[in-house]
């Protein structure tokens, strides 16, 4: 298992990671990734319909904002939410954010 | 004093407004625009060294993400923050925020 290059927990910062937020894929995908900590990036896009490259350059953006680690495991990609470091380094930040795109899905 | 055009509250939606806020120069004004209700555009970009270009481009999209309303009143752009709308559509989001970006700034 191959790690990702990533920020460390220190040199995170506001901006980023609400950009990170910023996208409705993107929640999504950071908001199923604290609910499934170890998925694989694919078993996370599910039934979203969004095109692998596309893909891939969300999970980039969500790896150098801070909010997941990512590691190469053979031909998976294996997404671990840093949900320590962020309520660390942002606490009381995610909880809101999550419970709005949960009642703008419903 | 000519409005410019903003979307209703109800049609407010998430991502648009972390979008807004994911900019340290965006979230920023819209920190002293809370802070400053009826300030010019000038006046809350006082200090911050940002082209004037740029900033009708950051105006414009807190404008359309619905933070602020805007009007014309004569040579000046005033600005009032929608306070009530954003707390009414997404409670508990700017608090966390604002709090966060002034810890990372001081």
């Known amino acids: 298992?191959?790690?990702?290059?990533?920020?460390?927990?220190?040199?995170?910062?506001?901006?980023?990671v609400l950009h990170a937020l910023s996208?409705?894929?993107?929640?999504?995908?950071?908001?199923?990734?604290?609910?499934?900590?170890e998925s694989t990036c694919s078993a996370l896009a599910d039934g979203l319909g969004v095109p692998?490259?596309?893909?891939?350059?969300?999970?980039?953006?969500?790896?150098?904002?801070?909010?997941?680690?990512m590691t190469v495991d053979g031909r998976n990609r294996r997404v671990r939410p840093r949900a320590r470091d962020l309520s660390e380094r942002f606490p009381g930040l995610l909880d809101p954010i999550f419970r709005l795109a949960a009642?703008?899905?419903a």
């Open 1 to 16: 298992m191959r790690p990702l290059p990533e920020p460390p927990r220190e040199s995170l910062t506001l901006a980023p």
């Open 23 to 37: 996208d409705p894929v993107r929640l999504e995908l950071v908001r199923r990734a604290w609910a499934s900590p």
């Open 52 to 69: 692998l490259s596309t893909l891939s350059n969300h999970f980039r953006i969500m790896r150098e904002a801070g909010l997941i680690s």
């Open 103 to 105: 009642a703008e899905n």
